[in-house]
């Protein structure tokens, strides 16, 4: 089974994973009204090509990017475009959206099955262009510009790891789906001319990984690689690492040392586009916490309000706060009305007993944080340095390094909110590296 | 829905259980057979110096956060720890004033004017004991033989006097908490278990005292039982504000520790140096910490 592993760093959290992981994936009804944001990934907002009062059929591009890294929407449901306005999205921030009224008839251009095995790279870039496919771990990064990497790339790696808690939509669509997850990565493969593919999964899904081996059993180019839990294994460098032995340099792709990183659900989104030429329109997500009464995996449409998806696993008791995404990661939902968007892998529903938060009591250098840092970094000092303004201090000393997974907030004792301080900290030595 | 209150916070949403208070309190429970063997070879002076030596820290910790206008966060267990630690490396016929005056010093001019829990560079029980030991030098070296309230020349470090198994089990003289070798190594093993000491420091600097006393031709055993080394290197040593924060400065810590102590126990003019040892490499800390910084991942690749 293996037991593969970054070597620095990294801690053990708790998984809660049980409430949701031998439960089915779910298909949701489709909205009332889909809100679907003309940007829902890494890179420039789309232009809308629809108007209002127009018809739309299910899976038609509706946005269209104009440059290079971003991703077309499409529509998640056939119907008429009643609004194309500004809508507040999971954090709280306003963006455009093209705002659908269902006509409940799922009205879609006939599909067309397609052998990619003839097709070129260009053409398959432009094919997971087309169909607006995205990073669904989370990042949202648009994955056409992942598979024309910058350099050669002998292995795609898929991202089974999952080690966020609660979150188990990968997890069921590895069980649900493993010869689509398959062939996704092999769509990859040929696209970067690689000429291997392994996926990762944490060995705390030992089902997941006996139904990947058999379904990759002929295959001898496509394998499963067990990996020890502990987090942040499907962080993309730490996966590198621990998969491949490989050290993505400072600053670098994960091109740089021929390899490139892909979530499970995108992969599975890559086979729809590439064979089937579906544009992303719905993907899994995990509902999940104590303060929601009914937690699963559902299939959902981008566009679908937060609060119908809650309402759909049977509704919220009294949470203390509602997450989109992991609780590591995550953010906090500022609006119920805001929609599910192509990165958003879970909402978790927590009540008090589940959530923890910042004290910010003074630093007792009890390092841990500095123990458990899988980049090696000193969060304590790069906290501290960023809450001071000293920012050339923090950028000597790697402060653009950080992977933002969280761990040093989570362990530390006097619960500072260190994570917090280095993300604001790189913003600013961002924002001052793109002003020169 | 409408009338409950959302938590706003940023993320992690969940975090670890271990708090400072609960660190403070293991330590504190770590010291717990130390003082037991304490009150059992010392009976009332053990119980009269440590909790005097408790409630003055803590009172002036009180006090002088309220001085400070800070929130007044004794119950965080720190000045609890100082308070211990001190009391129990005092001698077992110090006056109660002196006591109260050395936990005095070592929350004020140990810890609260450097800015409070986490800013101090100094082991706030080390300065509070290094005062009253340029202060009160007689009292302070003023030994006492287990079971008895007869005062005694001379501890075994400088006695030479002792059977290993009396160095063991700790019925020598000397400082109430120093003595027992096995109490202090009971402490340890809890603290290790629970993942608060590093054992990079007391390896370092027992290992360094062991080989240097073997170098010199010393009884090694004898030097690492004797004298208060054991104490200091499970309890003062491992001060987590006040020792290095990276996995090789722990190591030159605590060698560092160990060459300092074995200067002033075979050269210098005092019997035990371990008080100094360890307050002179706080004061390196910082540099250790900077000369130690960890290779970051991908950090060697890109240079190649």
Known sequence: MGNKTFPRGGGHIPHRKDATKNKPVMAMPAPQQAVIPLSQHAGAPCRPVVKVGGRVKLGQKIGEAEQYVSAPVHASVSGEVVEITERPLLDGTKSMCVIIENDGLDEAEPLVAQDYSRLSVSQIAELIREAGVVGLGGAGFPTHVKVEPPKPVDTVLIN???????????????????????????????????????????????????????????????????????????????????????????????????????????????????????????????VAGAAVYDPRNVLVRIGTPIRDVIDFCGGMGNPAAIIAGGPMTGQLVQDLTAPVVKPLSGILVLSKDEISYELNQPCIRCARCIDHCPMGLQPNFLADWSNKGLYDQAERNHIMDCIECSLCSYVCPAKRGLCRSIQAGKQVVRAGKTAV | MEDSRLVLSPSPHVRDEDTTQKIMLTVVAALIPVWAAATYFFGFNSIRLVFVSIIAAVGSEAVFLALRRKPVTVWDGSALVTG??????????????????????????????????????????????????ASFTSQMTAWTMPFTDAVTSATPLVS??????????????????????????????????????????????????????????????????????LFGAVFMATDMVTSPITPVGRWVFGVGCGLVLVVIRFWGSLPEGLTYSILVMNAFTPLINRWTRPRIYGQVVKQV
């Open chain 1, 160 to 286: 089974g790891a999952e080690c966020e808690p609660y979150l188990t939509c990968d997890h069921r669509l590895m069980l649900e789906q493993p010869h689509k997850l398959i062939e996704g990565l092999k769509i990859l493969m040929q696209a970067v001319g690689a000429r291997q593919g392994i996926i990762g999964v944490e060995v705390n899904k030992p089902e997941v990984i006996r139904v990947l081996e058999q379904a990759c059993a002929e295959q001898s180019y496509v394998r499963v690689a067990g990996l020890k839990v502990k987090y942040p294994q499907g962080a993309e460098k730490q996966l590198i690492k621990a998969i491949l032995g490989r050290e993505v340099p400072s600053g670098g792709l994960p091109a740089d040392v021929g390899c490139i990183v892909q979530n499970v659900q995108t992969a599975v989104a890559v086979t729809d586009a590439v064979v089937h030429g579906v544009g992303l329109y719905q993907r899994v997500i995990t």
């Open chain 2, 84 to 133: 211990m630690l001190l009391g129990l490396s005092l001698p077992p016929t110090l006056p109660t004033w002196m006591a109260v005056l050395g936990s005095f010093v070592a929350i004020v001019i140990g810890k609260q004017v450097f800015g409070g829990l986490g800013a101090n560079p100094f082991n706030p029980a080390l300065v509070g004991r290094a005062v009253l030991a």
């Open chain 2, 160 to 229: 030479g006097q002792a059977s290993y198994a009396e160095l063991f089990f700790g019925t020598v003289p000397g400082s109430l908490g120093e003595t027992s070798a096995l109490a202090i190594l009971l402490g340890g093993v809890l603290l290790f278990y629970r993942g608060i000491l590093d054992y990079r420091i007391p390896v370092g600097f027992i290992g360094t005292t062991a080989i240097l006393s073997f170098v010199f031709g010393q009884d090694v055993v004898y030097q690492l039982l004797s004298g208060s080394l």
